[in-house]
């Protein structure tokens, strides 16, 4: 089972934008059972909180299908604290849940995860993802 960690841009976008790739990525490849995301307790916190922010009301947040996708994620304790130093700590998070699940972690934001604080964990935007999946269930 291909394993991801979902940054919380990604719900996010997938919520406000019913077309591109973070929604594709959600509801084809998540909703549908062909990647189990990943969460920890505060993880599942965030995603919560911020669909719930004033500034997404008018996109009719929170998305439906929000709950559904944290019931049917892998459910992991809260990781251990990541070590390498961030542009912003609060994403640290991901990184260590990504690490800890040997999965790999989505992102629009990119810039957010350098290289140098990666640790090995594989790090890619959506639409890499996508190409990804989609490239490894072509036949041949």
């Not at 991801?4 to 406000?16: K, R, Y």
């Not at 909703?31 to 307790?41: F, I, N, R, S, Y």
Request: net charge neutral.
């Amino acid at each position: 089972m291909r394993l991801a960690v979902l940054d919380t841009n990604i719900v996010v976008s997938a919520g406000i934008q019913r077309k591109g790739a973070p929604a594709a990525l959600v509801m084809d490849w998540v909703l549908e059972g062909q990647v189990l995301a990943v969460t920890c307790p505060s993880i599942v916190d965030e995603y919560r909180e911020v669909v719930r922010r004033t500034k997404f009301l008018r996109y009719r947040f929170p998305p439906l299908w929000l709950e559904f996708l944290i019931a049917e994620s892998l459910h992991l304790p809260n990781p251990e604290e990541w070590t390498h130093p961030l542009p912003d700590p609060k994403d640290a998070p991901f990184l260590a849940l990504a690490r800890a699940a040997g999965a790999w972690l989505v992102t629009g934001n990119l810039r957010h995860f350098p290289k140098a604080a990666r640790s090995g964990v594989t790090v890619l935007s959506p639409a890499e993802y996508l190409a990804h999946l989609q490239s490894s269930t072509e036949p041949r």
